[in-house]
């Protein structure tokens, strides 16, 4: 761990060394115990201390003068910029982003994404938007950013031709997601990235389902990687937090557009996040193992028309999945055969320990009735193939309780469906 106390830098209690060095040959999982712990306090304790300020003080009038040169992480300046505890999760996120040069935190997943679409782009400029984002990316495109003048057109992210048609000359930015909210289409990201930057656009991605764990967006092309920290990074449904982490020639852009923003985020929630960070690898794997086990259940539960789960072999996107990826979580879905929206809710109100709610990525279970209709404006929904009844869906976000418990409160689910 390199640990550089400089303390002709600032203070010295918040100098941290950014990402690289010799850290650099350590495996991800590793890197998830090892970063952001090359701060001064490192040599005292393990995590950083809470730093609860609006205000830093300074040791005298020529540091307070020194402080405004720069704007790095590791130098106090003012609350808004942070302190050891947001700096230390920055540096441990960039970390584990193969290509990343710096991390910028968001006070949410959504103003993470929307904090870096105003980063990249200007009235005037056409953003692509993947049909399959989540759906309030969607809104924003329909809104603020309409607003300020810039343009959106939705696109098929499953269909490269009619992606490649899309561009325009003022094309300036492509967002993408993978796999695709709630109905989990896995798309080609190095190809939609490389048309991308072939055409001078930026590629952004929302990678909150795989984590650089599972999915290095940059190393897979994109520019510039977004993860909603509030899912898996948290980990325990106790915080709202994201981020974006970019090479060279975003990092910059994106930190300046946070901080004219106003974009902060409170050093307890960074300090929650850096404690799920350490226990993501482990997390991350039992709820991939639970979550096929139950994929695979309901492959053979005849009220089960599609199970939409890229990790498991013979699902929609498992070839890219396997492909691309390097790990997965515990989130997918599955549409009911020929079952309407009432069995579909007798379903989900019987269950006990799966809990009803937005949101993913806890230790805890959750299930939710989705409907795409509404979300989609380019992919149809029941896809080509399917039934016209089957299209009632339900997203199941597996957490750490037993596999076995599970499929028994699913099988009570199905029970009380077919008896309404
Ligand atoms: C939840 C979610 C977000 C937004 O995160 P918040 O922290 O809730 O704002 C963004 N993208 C995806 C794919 C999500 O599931």
């Known amino acids: 761990m390199g640990r550089r106390p400089d303390h002709a830098q600032g203070t010295g209690i918040g100098t941290l060394s950014m990402a690289g060095g010799d ?6 999982a590793t890197r998830l115990v090892t970063g952001g712990r090359s701060g001064d306090f490192a040599e005292s304790v393990v995590n950083p201390p809470v730093w609860r300020a609006s205000t830093h003080l300074y040791a005298n009038v020529a540091a307070l003068r020194e402080g405004v040169k720069t704007n790095e992480d590791g130098r106090f300046f003012y609350g808004r910029r942070g302190s050891p505890t947001q700096w230390s999760l920055c540096e441990a996120l960039t970390g584990i982003e193969p290509g990343a040069v710096g991390t910028v935190l968001y006070p949410s997943g959504l103003a993470a994404i929307v904090g870096s679409l105003m980063a990249v782009l200007r009235s005037g400029d056409v953003l692509l938007v993947a049909d399959n984002t989540y759906d309030p990316t969607r809104n924003t495109a329909m809104g603020i950013l309409k607003r300020f003048g810039i343009e959106h057109r939705f696109f098929d992210p499953l269909d490269l031709v009619a992606y490649d048609a899309a561009f325009c000359d003022r094309t300036r930015a492509v967002m993408l997601e993978v796999p695709g909210s709630l109905t989990m289409e896995v798309c080609d990201i190095p190809t939609l990235a490389r048309i991308a930057r072939d055409k001078g656009a930026v590629s952004l991605v929302d990678n909150t389902w795989a984590t650089s764990l599972g999915f290095p967006a940059l190393e897979r092309g994109c520019d510039i990687a977004i993860t909603a920290l509030t899912k898996h990074v948290g980990g ?3 915080l709202m937090l994201g981020a974006a982490s970019a090479g060279e020639r975003w990092y910059r852009p994106l930190r300046m557009g946070a901080q004219q923003l106003g974009h902060v985020v409170s050093p307890d929630d960074a300090a929650l996040a850096l404690r799920g960070l ?6 991350l794997e039992r709820e991939t193992a639970s979550a096929l086990a139950i994929a695979e259940w309901l492959c053979r539960r005849e009220e089960v028309a599609h199970v939409l789960c890229p990790m498991l072999p013979g699902s929609p996107g498992h070839d890219l999945w396997q492909r691309d990826f390097t790990g997965g979580c515990g989130l997918f879905s599955f549409v009911l055969k020929g079952r309407d929206d009432a069995a579909r809710c007798r379903l989900v109100d019987a269950l006990e320990l799966f809990g009803i709610g937005y949101s993913w990525g806890g230790f805890e279970s959750l299930a939710l009735p989705f409907d795409v209709e509404p979300v989609r404006s380019r992919m149809a929904w029941p896809k080509a193939g399917w039934g016209v009844e089957d299209r009632y869906a339900i997203r199941l976000s597996i957490g750490l309780e037993d596999a076995k418990d599970l499929i028994a409160d699913l ?8 008896k309404g």
Request: aromatic residues 4%; glycine residues 4%; without cysteine.
């Open 411 to 418: 099988e009570r689910g199905f029970d009380a469906m077919d």
């Open 236 to 238: 325990h449904s106790d």
């Open 23 to 28: 850290d650099s040959k350590q495996t991800p």
């Open 278 to 283: 350490r226990t993501m690898a482990v997390r």
